[in-house]
């Protein structure tokens, strides 16, 4: 294995379950938070935001939002970034 590989992204997507979605509000418009987008930085640390859409429905923007300070959300970030772990230590290459 090359260690000296630049690897510029490593980011997932993870669903939050429904028991964990919130809304928020931006430009007076209330979005439903469905999504996390979850990277692993330089450091090792963790960064993760929030997506979703306007809750009225509609083709709105895809807008990003910060991630709640909650126990139930970091969990969730951190056993996403460790199942993806597991995924990419299995991949079986190209095809």
């Known amino acids: ?3 000296d590989l630049d690897v510029s ?3 997932i997507n993870v669903t939050v379950p429904e028991e964990l979605r ?3 509000t931006r430009r007076g418009q209330t ?3 469905t999504t996390l987008n979850i990277r692993l930085l330089p450091d ?3 960064a993760a935001k929030a997506y979703g859409r306007p809750a009225e429905g509609g083709r709105g923007n895809y807008v990003s939002f910060r ?3 909650e126990p139930a959300l970091a969990a ?3 056993d996403a970034a460790d199942r993806a ?3 990419w230590a299995a991949h079986r290459g190209l095809g």
Do not use: C, H, K, Q
């Open 1 to 3: 294995m090359n260690s």
């Open 44 to 46: 090792g640390r963790l």
């Open 22 to 24: 919130w809304t928020d």
């Open 76 to 78: 969730l970030i951190s």
């Open 67 to 69: 991630v709640p300070d």
């Open 9 to 11: 992204a490593l980011a």
């Open 31 to 33: 979005y439903n938070l």
């Open 85 to 87: 772990a597991e995924l």
